[in-house]
């Protein structure tokens, strides 16, 4: 697969934030990282993995098409590998995160792995077929998790995507009853408004350890 790397922040730093992105995000990255450390400081270093199939490469198993034509090819088996092939130094805390099918991906591979400290989804796609029962038959290996949605998001003709709210707030509820420290946060907007912004809130609620930082 070998997906192309892009490096950001403090080279030097002990917190490793991981996200995949896609052209889109990287247009938009560097304003991302400005309010990382606008909220938590300039204590991080964010690799970011550039996927070369977003629906194939971020699904963890495959799933029909909910909008256009192309389906999910459950790659993300592959894609995770790649990623702890390429991390893993001792002394260093590693958080993953991501905005929409690479948020799914973050919460998805921390039920795959230990090693990450948090998660970071900004607008994860948690409509994803099946997704909801794969949460409660397994335990998540992390102890930290970050959600949001736009406060639209759910507002829409779409039968499978008009789920994601009542799947991100049963997400919600159930991390938090098996003792995870899960923040659910409501953003003005629908799918497409402010990634960037969404995404940096997310990082450093799981960079910043404080509960409270971005409750509204």
């Known amino acids: 697969m070998l997906m192309k790397k892009y490096e950001y922040g403090n080279r030097d730093s002990s917190n490793i934030l991981i996200q995949m992105v896609d052209d889109h995000d990287l247009a938009v990255i560097e304003s991302e990282v400005s309010i990382i450390k606008d909220l938590a400081g300039d204590d991080f270093r964010l690799i970011a993995f550039k996927v070369n199939d977003w629906n194939k490469d971020l699904s963890p198993w495959e799933a029909p098409s909910v909008f256009g034509n192309e389906g999910f090819g459950g790659g993300a088996e592959d894609t995770l590998a ?26 998805w591979a921390a039920y795959r792995t230990d090693i990450f400290s948090g998660v970071a989804a900004a607008s994860p796609s948690v409509w994803f077929p099946g997704f909801d029962k794969y949460m409660k038959d397994h335990a998540i290996r992390t102890d930290k998790v970050y959600l949001s949605l736009g406060d639209r998001e759910e507002r829409t003709r779409n039968q499978v ?42 990082f450093a609620w799981v960079l910043n350890g404080d509960s409270k930082q971005t409750l509204l």
């Open 161 to 202: 995507m008009s789920t994601v709210g009542d799947r991100i707030r049963e997400a919600h509820e159930y991390l938090t009853e098996t003792g995870i420290d899960c923040n659910l946060e409501w953003n003005q907007g629908n799918h497409f408004r402010d990634a960037d912004l969404r995404t940096a809130k997310a």
């Open 82 to 107: 790649e990623v702890l092939s390429d991390i893993g130094d001792e002394g260093k805390r590693y958080f993953i995160g991501g905005y929409s099918l690479a948020g799914l991906f973050a919460l």
